[in-house]
Structures are given as structure tokens and as C-alpha cells.
T-cell receptor, first 114, second 112 residues
Framework: DGGITQSPKYLFRKEGQNVTLSCEQN?????MYWYRQDPGQGLRLIYY???????QKGDIAEGYSVSREKKESFPLTVTSAQKNPTAFYLC?????????????FGQGTRLTVV | GENVEQHPSTLSVQEGDSAVIKCTYS??????FPWYKQELGKGPQLIID?????GEKKDQRIAVTLNKTAKHFSLHITETQPEDSAVYFC???????????FGKGTMLLVSP
């Protein structure tokens, strides 16, 4: 089945630790995205990548880092510099250039700082 | 950049009633408008979309309308069922940008 896989589904982190969230897609999409979701805030863009080895900051990139070494993978690292990391994180992918490509989402990772 | 406003933030209906969620956008160049449904604890799922060259699109009980002059688009759900209960997001994208801009979501509750 084609789709986007995020892992793990739940993640607990101690304050001061970095943690990496995994996102893999087998849809052969060029573009991948990371969003953060907080109650009442909708979806806020953290980082996005339109092509391998290239990525851009979104609206709330501070305290996060990404890499795009393979087309299929776009991991997100939540660093200790992120002041309020507890949230639901969503990864998406799309094939832009089609007048606005459909974006498909993974099932999300819920990160809790303890 | 694009700005998308979505209303209402919550909507309660009785089973069998219709539900309408409205969104406005700011960039007149926007040309793609998807709607997503998000169930509790899951990722958003695309349920319907519309492009700027059409005014209405239907898929069984759901429909989307687009008014380019007024820069707003709406999601219509007829004969609502309890399983329609979820958070719905609208979004827009314009040719000059690479990412969707989302509304803040509408929580729809359908009571049996």
C-alpha cells in the first residue's frame, strides 16, 4: 500500500534532550512537509522540502531541524532549544507543480515532554 | 502571503441535517482548495478538493463550492451521520507558493 508512515506514534522526552521523529513515504512524491498541531491552532508549518538535499523553513522553524538525504525520508529533530515541544506532529507529502498537488498526511506522532 | 479564515470553529447538528463550513482566502491568485477531515488522534485525510476553474464539485454527500469573486469556498455535508463527527480543515494554495495555507479548523459534532 502506498502512503506515509510516521513513527513512533507516541514519544516521551525528558527536558534537555533532542529527539528525532521519522517520516517515510512510498508515493514517489517530491515534496515533504512537517506540521505542528496544537489545540485551537490548526496546522502550522515547521519545515518543508521540495527536492532531495534542499529544504526551507516554515512559519515556526525555531528549535527544529530536518534533513532530506533521500526522496523517501524527511526526519524531524526536535532540539532542546524548542521551548514548548509537547504537540502533535504531522508529516505530509505531495507532488507539486500540478497546480497545487494533493497533500497526503501520515498518522502523526504525539510528543510529550516529561 | 495567503491567509485563510475558517468559520465556524465548532458546529453541532442533528443526524440527518446538513452542515456548512465556510472559508475565505486573501490571495486572488490561489487556485487549489482542498478540504481535510481529521478524526481524533489521526492525520488529516483529503475528502474533496476544487480548482479555480470550476465553481462546484460533488462527491456523494459532500460538495464544495467556490466563489472566486468573493474569495470564499464552502464545504457542504448533507444527511449528516455520527461518523461525520471530526475536525474539518480548509486550505488554499497559490501558484507562487509551495505550501498549503490551512484554516484553523471546524469541529463538527453530529448527534444521533
Amino acid at each position: 500500500d502506498g502512503g506515509i508512515t510516521q513513527s513512533p506514534k507516541y514519544l516521551f522526552r525528558k527536558e534537555g534532550q533532542n529527539v528525532t521523529l521519522s517520516c517515510e513515504q512510498n508515493l514517489n512524491h517530491d515534496a515533504m512537509y512537517w506540521y505542528r498541531q496544537d489545540p485551537g491552532q490548526g496546522l502550522r508549518l515547521i519545515y518543508y522540502s521540495q527536492i532531495v538535499n534542499d529544504f526551507q523553513k516554515g512559519d515556526i522553524a525555531e528549535g527544529y531541524s530536518v534533513s532530506r538525504e533521500k526522496k523517501e525520508s524527511f526526519p524531524l529533530t526536535v532540539t532542546s532549544a524548542q521551548k514548548n515541544p509537547t504537540a502533535f506532529y504531522l508529516c505530509a507529502s505531495s507532488m507539486p507543480g500540478q497546480g497545487g498537488g494533493e497533500a497526503f498526511f501520515g498518522q502523526g506522532t504525539r510528543l510529550t515532554v516529561v | 502571503g495567503e491567509n485563510v479564515e475558517q468559520h465556524p470553529s465548532t458546529l453541532s447538528v442533528q443526524e440527518g441535517d446538513s452542515a456548512v463550513i465556510k472559508c475565505t482566502y486573501s490571495d486572488s491568485a490561489s487556485n487549489y482548495f482542498p478540504w481535510y477531515k481529521q478524526e481524533l488522534g489521526k492525520g488529516p485525510q483529503l475528502i474533496i478538493d476544487i480548482r479555480s476553474n470550476v465553481g462546484e464539485k460533488k462527491d456523494q454527500r459532500i460538495a464544495v463550492t467556490l466563489n472566486k469573486t468573493a474569495k470564499h469556498f464552502s464545504l457542504h455535508i448533507t444527511e449528516t451521520q455520527p461518523e461525520d463527527s471530526a475536525v474539518y480543515f480548509c486550505a488554499a494554495i497559490s501558484p507562487g507558493y509551495s505550501t498549503l495555507t490551512f484554516g484553523k479548523g471546524t469541529m463538527l459534532l453530529v448527534s444521533p
